[in-house]
């Protein structure tokens, strides 16, 4: 088999899974499971084949005409490079371990063969957009993409919380995406053609007529769909989804393939100072302003989900000072150590009964009721704060070493500014990622308290999974080396100046987060008062009974304790524990950081608000005006029609009357009129 035929069967495998589960869910419920894992499975071990086969070799690109316009044609085009080739591989395995998870996580749950069904063609969306060589074809997996996280977002329907998130999904990431079927159509009628090589090569030769607007009509359609500053409010919401879905959306599909965009498109980017310090100005608004988001968070799932706009700020970061393999390689660690943090989430959700952090915090035991996602998530937090020498400290240290090379007039092309807007920003965001991630992990897993309940051993199909994402965890870092001959050359080794502050500062970050959880923290013989006249201190906060914990049998599905979450602890900004160290730490700006600064108010007061007003004077206008015009327009005849019914008695008499009378008249005026002409 060719290497054009296997990436041509990567993303088929999985949506004919999906077309196949979805016939056959309900009828033959037997064959759900198998349907959703090995379509996902054999498509995973394909792009491993692809990627072997493509090594760092020059791309492969073929193409077939798929159907002619009458102007730029749409071509049915592959294109596997380095980076296409790896992050495939990213995306296969990260599915296949989200719908292995899936069938213990969801194993009761009803709808679970549409959801199996969307997470296939999700994934089956999202390979569609690495492989293909064509803007137009791009676009359809993008847009199928968007579909499939409403119905995966709102799958715990019932709840309010999930309604409105999938619907704020949806809305907010296609507020982005007019802006981006504009730019596509710009950059057709610039350079020609919708071949993504075609394109580079125009660029190449004769540059871009409007390449600043071309890049900022793109530009927002990626902020929308990698949750980037003004448009990111949808991803913490999103949250009430699944937890295998939020691992899939925050991984490896939806919100990296903006990122990818970029990274394939960065020629046109590049072709513009203006919108690489726009580009640089969104990553470090988005870096810092997520990273105190997330160290305010109580709900652990929101915590992450803001850990995931502020690494994807790392990326466009990266992009933004022209080094698209750092952007490329820390998306490839982060989607390792993210979909290890999201579905170890799971299990401590279903551990625990509960996703708020305050409760776990009141609760012991919990790392000796998981100990394997005790052990993976703590490796991935350490990732996550970019410790070495995991995964993540190799990758953030390449982007950090990307902005330090332009900040320093190194980089060709590519504004100061906006290498020191990056470098900056990323360096204080490396101090406060490390700060959420210690709350995070003290919270979770050194509470004091009542036991936590027993909800029964995890299934391995969950715990299973962890230990396979933990390999690129721990070991990803260590291929830096051999990624350059895939990706543009550039070396991806860390650089001294920057390795020492990125791990300095996220040292004291650590350091910082455990001294403040340290002065909250009762000493271990507290115990709290009895009397029910005392009132406790305020560091008796963290040994109270948990709250919003829920009780679940030992064969409830681990989706239960999730869902059941969601209803009985819904996001309460403000509502800060005592014993919280990030309220320690952030002082005032805490209330303001837990609801993400008010942007849902501020998008209310200007969007919503006068968008809701407009309606009601379009519906008052609708009803007062217009519809008392048709409803005259129908009175007036119906009027008419009634008193002309009136005369219509059925008397002969009164006929004969009113014909003698018509007539009697007629006659008077006749002779009126003659009378008045002779005179």
């Not at 493509?54 to 005409?65: E, I, L, M, N, S």
Request: proline residues 6%.
């Amino acid at each position: 088999m060719t290497l054009t035929t296997t990436a041509v069967l990567v993303p088929l495998l999985p949506f004919l899974g999906a077309v196949a589960g979805l016939l056959m869910g309900r009828r033959s419920p037997g064959f759900v499971r198998p349907l959703a894992v090995l379509p996902t499975l054999a498509a995973a071990v394909l792009t491993v084949a692809v990627a072997v086969g493509q090594g760092g070799g020059p791309a492969t690109d073929v193409a077939t005409r798929l159907t002619p316009t009458g102007s730029l044609p749409i071509d049915l085009a592959l294109h596997v490079d380095g980076f296409a080739a790896l992050i495939a591989v990213l995306v296969g395995t990260v599915a296949t371990c989200v719908q292995i998870y899936s069938t213990a996580y969801l194993r009761d749950d009803p709808r679970y063969p549409s959801y199996a069904a969307l997470v296939s063609l999700f994934t089956s969306a999202m390979l569609l957009v690495v492989y293909t060589g064509d803007l137009m074809v791009l676009l359809v997996g993008w847009e199928v993409m968007g579909i499939c996280s409403y119905f995966l977002v709102g799958h715990y329907w019932e709840t309010e919380a999930a309604r409105t998130a999938s619907l704020k999904a949806f809305l907010v990431t296609k507020l982005g995406d007019v802006p981006f079927l504009f730019g596509i159509f710009a950059l057709a009628a610039d350079t020609g053609t919708f071949r993504i090589t075609g394109i580079l090569g125009h660029i190449a030769r004769d540059g871009l007529h409007h390449p600043t607007l071309i890049a900022l009509l793109l530009l927002a359609g990626v902020a929308g769909k990698s949750a980037q500053f003004p448009l990111h409010t949808w991803l913490p919401d999103a949250m009430a989804g699944p937890t295998p879905v939020s691992a899939l959306i925050h991984a490896a599909t939806m919100v990296a393939a903006g990122v990818y965009v970029v990274a394939r498109l960065l020629p046109v980017f590049a072709a513009s100072a203006a919108a690489l310090i726009v580009l640089a100005a969104l990553a470090a608004v988005t870096m810092v302003g997520s990273a105190l988001a997330a160290l305010a968070q109580d709900d652990i799932k929101r915590v992450l989900a803001y850990s995931t706009v502020g690494q994807l700020g790392y990326m466009t970061g990266a992009l933004a000072v022209g080094d698209r393999g750092a952007a490329v390689f820390h998306l490839l660690s982060h989607g390792a150590f993210k979909a290890l943090l999201f579905l170890g989430a799971g299990v401590v959700i279903h551990a625990a009964g509960t996703n708020s952090l305050s409760a776990m915090s009141r609760m012991s035991g919990l790392a000796r009721r998981i100990p394997d996602a005790a052990w993976t998530l703590g490796v991935a937090l350490l990732a996550l704060a970019a410790i070495p020498p995991f995964a993540g400290f190799f990758s953030k240290e390449a982007v950090l070493g990307a902005a330090e090379h332009a900040a320093t007039g190194h980089a060709t092309g590519i504004p100061g500014a906006a290498g020191w807007t990056v470098l900056l920003s990323g360096l204080l965001t490396a101090l406060l990622t490390a700060a959420y991630a210690t709350r995070l992990w003290l919270l979770t897993f050194h509470g004091t308290g009542p036991e936590v309940p027993d909800h029964g051993p995890q299934p391995r199909a969950m715990t299973g999974v962890l230990w396979v994402l933990f390999i690129p965890t721990v070991g990803l870092g260590l291929a830096a080396p051999l990624l350059p001959a895939w990706f543009d050359g550039r070396s991806l080794a860390p650089t001294t100046t920057t390795a020492v502050l990125g791990t300095g500062v996220a040292l004291i970050g650590g350091l910082m987060t455990y001294a403040a959880w340290r002065h909250t923290h009762p000493s271990p013989d507290h115990r709290p008062s009895t009397s029910r006249s005392a009132a406790p201190p305020s560091s008796a906060l963290a040994t109270r009974t948990p709250a919003g914990a829920v009780a679940l049998a030992d064969d409830a599905a681990p989706a239960l304790a999730e869902e059941l979450a969601i209803v009985s602890h819904p996001p309460a900004p403000g509502a800060a524990d005592p014993a919280d160290p990030g309220r320690l730490l952030l002082g005032p700006l805490h209330r303001h950081a837990a609801a993400g600064f008010h942007l849902d108010a501020v998008y209310s007061a200007l969007f919503v608000r006068p968008t809701r007003a407009a309606a009601t004077l379009v519906r008052f206008l609708d009803r007062a005006v217009v519809d008392t015009y048709v409803a005259g327009a129908g009175a007036a005849p119906r009027w008419l029609g009634a008193a002309v019914r009136r005369a219509q008695t059925g008397n002969v008499q009164t006929y004969l009357g009113a014909l003698l009378a018509g007539a009697l008249v007629l006659a008077i005026a006749a002779v009126l009129v003659a009378t008045g002409t002779g005179a």
